[in-house]
């Protein structure tokens, strides 16, 4: 079972060779949290193998941030999942919302792709999120169901899988949804994991992922079905992002301890 915690950070296009000092000192700053939430990096696929060697030993995971729809084959400057998985990674960011604006992913493409990712042994973190004008039309929670309804494997394939909820106008920008815009987003889609997975669908983490910084995690990782972050710019400096990894302690600390 994935923790029920997990910190991932995704660089987007962001890192060169010296920035390994920062994923080495993150390891070293959290490596005791490391047990208790699960911390993830996703860097640059040029860089994937080199950050998996320093987290691996320091019990943290590596992620790519796409992959490929075929196995392998005449896709000249594609990275297929088996090529991630080689690099090390346990995770692949699939249908992030710039790649769906970007490369015109669509959930059909998504869900193909996390389900071969699946097939490769690898977990993936699928994006679904709503637009400014489908949050301002009050059609945001429909929106992301119908995208899970595209996007994520059918049941049979298993449930290992993890969502991200990321409203695209929270990415990046610096604004974030209320506390309850967010429980009440990521009570739908457990609702709609519950629905298709049964009684697996609760254990799957939903992360919440769109400007999440060190002074707002603490309030942000404890909303309720929010089982940890998907984080950007503030995933590419180790002191930034070990607060927000000690803010999913807290907050995991805090629930196992209402739960016995
Ligand atoms: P920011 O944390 O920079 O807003 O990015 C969020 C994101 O897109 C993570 O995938």
């Known amino acids: 079972m994935r923790p029920q915690m997990i910190l991932a950070g995704n660089w987007k296009m962001n890192g060169l060779t010296a920035d390994l000092e920062e994923v080495t000192r993150l390891a ?7 047990g208790e939430v699960g911390i993830v990096i996703c860097p640059p696929a040029t860089l994937l193998s080199r950050v998996s060697d320093v987290l691996k030993p320091a019990g943290m995971a590596s992620g790519g941030q796409n992959c490929h729809i075929a196995v ?32 015109g992913e669509t959930d059909g493409r998504v869900r193909t792709k996390a ?8 977990v993936p973190i699928i994006c679904v999120g709503e637009t400014l004008k489908e949050r301002e039309n009050g059609v945001a929670i429909t929106v992301v169901e119908h995208q899970l309804t595209g996007s994520v494997p059918a049941a049979d394939k298993g449930a290992d899988i993890v ?10 920008t610096g ?31 939903i992360l919440y992922g769109g400007s999440l910084k060190p002074d707002n995690a603490d309030e942000i990782l404890a909303v309720e079905n929010v089982n940890g972050g998907l984080v950007g710019g503030a995933s590419l400096k180790a002191e ?9 302690q807290r907050v995991q600390t805090i629930r196992r301890a209402a739960a016995t």
Do not use: C
């Open 28 to 34: 070293a700053t959290t490596a005791e949290m490391a």
């Open 72 to 103: 392998k084959g005449a896709h000249t400057g594609d990275i297929s999942a088996q090529m991630l998985k080689d690099a090390g990674a346990t995770y692949v960011i699939i249908g992030h919302s710039e790649r769906r604006t970007d490369h």
């Open 115 to 122: 389900e071969l990712t699946m097939s490769e042994g690898l």
């Open 163 to 172: 969502i991200a909820y990321e409203p695209v106008w929270a990415i990046g």
């Open 175 to 205: 604004r974030v949804p209320t506390n309850q815009d967010i429980a009440d987003m990521h009570k739908a889609i457990r609702t709609w994991l519950e629905a298709h997975y049964g009684s697996k669908g609760s254990d799957i983490a």
């Open 240 to 248: 930034d992002f070990s607060k927000i990894i000690a803010a999913g």
